[in-house]
């Protein structure tokens, strides 16, 4: 596969598409299963709060795969993204009712870097909070 957005097609400033993820209790179960991460603040009411958390929350590697998404969506290639990296600021709480969560993703070319590649930096925010910091992606376009 390639990326179906050509590198001369962008400039600096555009934007991509948004993409909203809903994460319920369910999702984090699924994702438990799949990576092996069973770590019962994902899951466990009870415990998340007694280690000092307002709830259950979503894995950090979940919600960051999940972000990524609004690049891979935009250039049709997932392997088109060579470089991407977040940092964690703030956990997505999912409450334990039939809404969950919703993490919104944002994102914009950056930077034009040789070779066809940009530099996308992406905003996720979940409940009006920026749950991921300097999440930033390099892509090789068309």
């Known amino acids: 596969m ?3 957005i050509g590198y001369d097609d962008v400039e600096v400033g555009t934007e991509l598409p948004p993409l909203s993820v809903p994460v319920t209790r369910a999702t984090l179960v699924r994702y438990a299963g799949a990576s092996g991460d069973f770590n019962p603040i994902h899951w466990n009411e009870k415990f998340a709060k007694e280690v000092g958390l307002p709830d259950v929350i979503a894995h950090g590697m979940f919600t960051m795969a999940e972000a990524i998404r609004v690049v891979t969506d935009w250039t049709g290639d997932p392997g088109a993204v060579v470089e991407y990296g977040v940092r964690f600021t703030r956990p997505v709480v999912v409450p334990n009712d039939d809404t969950g969560a919703l993490v919104e993703v944002s994102a914009k070319v950056a930077a034009k870097l040789e070779d066809g590649r940009v530099r996308v930096d992406l905003t996720a925010t979940s409940a009006g909070q920026k749950v991921l910091g300097m ?6 376009l068309a």
Request: proline share 0%; hydrophobic share 55%.
């Open 2 to 4: 390639t990326a179906k």
């Open 135 to 140: 999440a930033r992606a390099v892509v090789r």
